[in-house]
Nanobody, 116 residues
């Protein structure tokens, strides 16, 4: 399984941005697998931002609730993270993840910088 994340860039405080992550793999049945977005800020550990189950149930870190939305499009093998009202503390490298049964697969990461 390969994951390709995109969409990271520089944005001002209060702005919006959308990340996407497309999966590929010969035997991948995309709709079966939970998906997630994590982030890692400089000097900090990687943390879970949001995840979405194979049935579409979404959950969020308290720090992003009400501002971020995770979604998935199984027909496109892609999941998304819509980020609104961005804050400087949202600055981080964002990683997408697909949980393939007991094995996690990660995208390479995309940098989101929120400038004040």
């Amino acid at each position: 399984v390969q994951l390709q994340a995109s969409g990271g860039c520089l944005v001002q405080v209060g702005g919006s941005m959308s990340l996407s992550c497309q999966a590929s793999g010969r035997t991948l049945l995309y709709g079966r697998h939970p998906l997630a977005w994590y982030r890692q800020a400089p000097g900090k550990q990687r943390e879970l931002v949001a995840d979405i189950s194979n049935t579409g149930f979404a959950d969020y870190a308290d720090s992003v609730k009400g501002r971020f939305t995770i979604s998935r499009d199984n027909a496109k093998n892609t999941h998304y993270l819509q980020m609104n009202d961005l804050k400087p503390e949202d600055t981080a490298v964002y990683y997408c993840k697909l949980q393939y049964y007991r094995t996690p697969f990660w995208g390479r990461g995309t940098l989101v910088t929120v400038s004040s």
